[in-house]
Every structure is written in structure tokens, then in C-alpha cells.
């Protein structure tokens, strides 16, 4: 299993640029979330997917699109990138009843 | 609102010390707990988490933590500190009413005296 995977690794957008960030996971996983992390605040969650066709806003969605056709892609797209959304990006799944996530590597992207 | 507060931003030990990190959370349903490190440019590695049961849950690298449900607390030790562990710790949690979804705490970073 390769578990989540996420590509780019590193990503420069200029403002204005759209781009999409993929996740894909080998688990069979139907829960999928995307979180952006920032420098003295945690985690946040953006948006989620509790399976194929269905996704919800989390914490800080404005900015972001979300889809989910298969169980394995959760990709998430910016559609007009803004310096405020430089952040490094984790996307995660798990399985339902389980509470335990799995995060990919990271993405880390700068806007400038 | 479900939240995960760690109240110490940095904190600085000398290798061989003890450590404990804190973390308190707020959640009205049964809260799951996990406690993840990230070294520096990496990834979230999972040290361990808690569900249910046994209130001691241990963990990788030699960590530890407590489910305090009076003092609504889940806090990290270690009774020796290496150099290695100098990173930054997350605690984050959820509950059983609340889907999948996980609560991140903002990070404690240690760095650990030679």
C-alpha cells in the first residue's frame, strides 16, 4: 500500500492562478479531509468527504472547491490563488468507525 | 464548540529531563484524543491515541499520556528526553457526535538542551 500520496510536493502559484492539489489514497478509505496547516495555528480542516459524491465545508472552506468521483482522488482546487492561502496542505483519509486519520506528506505552497 | 487548546507555545528541556506537554480539550461527547509530532519540513507522525478504556495510553518513542476526564486533559510525558525528540507537538481530538473530523491544537514546539 502506498496509502496517501499528494502531488506537488512544492508549488509556486502568482496570485490570481488557478491549480489543483491531488490526494490519493489505496485504502479503500471512505472518509477523506483536506487541512491547511500555518505557522502557530495547528491544523485547520477545509473540506471533507465522507464518500464518493459527498463533501462538506470544514473550518476554513472560502477559497477551495472540493470533489469526490471515486473513493480514492480527493483533489482540491483554488481557483484564484491569494497570497493568504500560502500554507502547507495535508490531506488525510480514514475508514468509517474509525477515528484514527491518515495524512499524506504534505503539500507546500506558496502564493506570491 | 468542540475545541483542543495546548496552552504552551514553546517549551525547553534538558536532554534527560522529563517532559510533559499539555492539552485540554472541550467536547461534549466522548472524545477520541491523539497526540501527533512533526519534525521540521516533514510530515504528522501518530504517537498515540486514545478511544476508550485505559485511561494510560502508551504510545511510540517512549511516550505516554493520561485522559484526565475532571480536569478535561490529555497530557504527553516522556521520562527522558533525547535530543531526537526536539519537534513540534500536535494534540487533536474529536468526538463520536462529530463525524471524522479532527480538532487540532495550535502546537507546542521543544527543543531539548544539550
Known sequence: ?112 | AQSVTQPDIHITVSEGASLELRCNYSYGATPYLFWYVQSPGQGLQLLLKYFSGDTLVQGIKGFEAEFKRSQSSFNLRKPSVHWSDAAEYFCAGGSTGGGNKLTFGTGTQLKVEL
Open chain 1, 1 to 112: 500500500n502506498a496509502g496517501v500520496t499528494q502531488t506537488p510536493k512544492f508549488q509556486v502559484l502568482k496570485t490570481g492562478q488557478s491549480m489543483t492539489l491531488q490526494c490519493a489514497q489505496d485504502m479503500n478509505h471512505e472518509y477523506m479531509s483536506w487541512y491547511r496547516q500555518d505557522p502557530g495555528m495547528g491544523l485547520r480542516l477545509i473540506h471533507y468527504s465522507v464518500g464518493a459524491g459527498i463533501t462538506d465545508q470544514g473550518e476554513v472552506p472560502n477559497g477551495y472547491n472540493v470533489s469526490r468521483s471515486t473513493t480514492e482522488d480527493f483533489p482540491l482546487r483554488l481557483l484564484s490563488a491569494a497570497p493568504s492561502q500560502t500554507s502547507v496542505y495535508f490531506c488525510a483519509s480514514t475508514y468509517a468507525g474509525s477515528y484514527e486519520q491518515y495524512f499524506g506528506p504534505g503539500t507546500r505552497l506558496t502564493v506570491t
